[in-house]
């Protein structure tokens, strides 16, 4: 398998992303190799600093960068030679088997819609984040942030994607799924959730429990929950805050450092026809390391296919 990494995304980019490939060669299967795109010099004396053999990796020269101030459409096509384009590029004919990041998140979004393209039947790919339970389980949450406004068919969709993704990438034979919403009767919230709960809970597709309110999420009750892109960046970035305020004041505790991105490094972009892992644009050599392990057992599940054959 042949894991390609943008080298060049990210706010630490090029150091903390060819450290996070040496770090994730020593635990990847032999049969796993790591493909480097971005500028040849700059990888090759990243990879000599760390006393890299070159030979261990493979290098494919993209020497343009797509920052977080490129506006994503425009910048994947006046910018052919970046990372990020010939990664997609890569993945589209096949040479690549997922394609992971740090870089510009609109840019990953808009490469995996027109590049790779969104399986027949999606109507929004969508992007998750894990939320970890008190009981030692984690939970998908979905969407974090690519679609801000959703209609109830959307949402019932994020729950089908999620389902997927808990039942391959973990291992969760039933996982259930729950809608995040203001109150735990069925008539609770807007006019969108009212919709959305009774669809989902006429579905013979997923295995829906119900609403589930945001002083429940970590508590272990669901195992994908649902919601609008608005509200799951929220959540997450709330959870981000806590988590950095705590490590300020100078409080250790061992379920809220499970809340440190640098254990989950990315997130799968569920609903399109290839595999790509976006990564915090924060992170570091940690975060990429654990971003490539994950974009590793992505693909090894087969979830792209999975999704496609689900919905076709």
């Given at each position: 398998m042949?894991?390609?990494?943008?080298?060049?995304?990210?706010?630490?980019?090029?150091?903390?992303?060819?450290?996070?490939?040496?770090?994730?060669?020593?635990?990847?299967?032999?049969?796993?190799?790591?493909?480097?795109?971005?500028d040849q010099e700059q990888i090759l004396?990243?990879?000599?600093?760390?006393?890299?053999?070159?030979?261990?990796?493979?290098?494919?020269?993209?020497?343009?960068?797509?920052?977080?101030?490129?506006?994503?459409?425009?910048?994947?096509?006046?910018?052919?030679?970046?990372?990020?384009?010939?990664g997609f590029d890569l993945l589209a004919k096949g040479d690549i088997n997922v394609f992971a990041s740090t870089g510009n998140t609109g840019a990953m979004l808009v490469g995996s819609m027109f590049k790779i393209n969104t399986i027949p039947g999606v109507i929004r790919p969508c992007i998750t984040s894990t939320l970890?339970?008190?009981?030692?389980?984690?939970?998908?949450?979905?969407?974090?942030?690519?679609?801000?406004?959703?209609?109830?068919?959307v949402l019932y969709q994020f729950a089908i994607l999620g389902s997927l993704y808990s039942q391959n990438v973990y291992g969760i034979e039933k996982p259930r799924v729950a809608l995040l919403n203001i109150g735990e009767e069925p008539s609770k919230g807007n006019l969108l959730t009212q919709s959305t709960h009774k669809l989902l809970?006429?579905?013979?597709?997923?295995?829906?429990?119900?609403?589930?309110?945001?002083?429940?999420?970590?508590?272990?009750?669901?195992?994908?929950?649902?919601?609008?892109?608005?509200?799951?960046?929220?959540?997450?970035?709330?959870?981000?805050?806590?988590?950095?305020?705590?490590?300020?004041?100078?409080?250790?505790?061992?379920?809220?450092?499970?809340?440190?991105?640098?254990?989950?490094?990315?997130?799968?972009?569920?609903?399109?026809?290839g595999n790509v892992v976006i990564g915090h644009g924060i992170s570091n050599d940690i975060a990429v390391k654990n971003?490539?392990?994950?974009?590793?057992?992505?693909a090894n599940s087969g979830l792209a296919t999975r999704v496609n054959e689900a919905f076709n």
């Open positions: 042949k894991i390609g990494i943008d080298v060049l995304g990210g706010d630490f980019a090029p150091d903390a992303n060819i450290a996070g490939a040496v770090l994730a060669r020593k635990e990847l299967s032999k049969d796993d190799k790591i493909v480097l795109i971005g004396g990243g990879l000599s600093s760390l006393e890299e053999n070159p030979e261990d990796y493979e290098i494919i020269h993209a020497p343009d960068v797509i920052t977080m101030h490129d506006h994503p459409t425009r910048a994947i096509v006046q910018k052919p030679n970046s990372s990020i384009a010939v970890p339970s008190v009981d030692g389980t984690k939970a998908i949450l979905l969407d974090v942030g690519s679609n801000a406004d959703c209609k109830p068919d809970a006429e579905s013979k597709e997923i295995n829906f429990i119900g609403n589930i309110e945001g002083r429940d999420l970590f508590l272990g009750q669901a195992d994908v929950v649902v919601c609008d892109g608005f509200t799951g960046n929220i959540v997450l970035k709330q959870a981000e805050g806590i988590y950095t305020l705590m490590k300020k004041r100078g409080i250790k505790d061992e379920f809220f450092d499970r809340f440190n991105y640098e254990n989950y490094g990315g997130t799968p972009i569920l609903g399109v026809k971003m490539i392990l994950h974009s590793s057992e992505v």
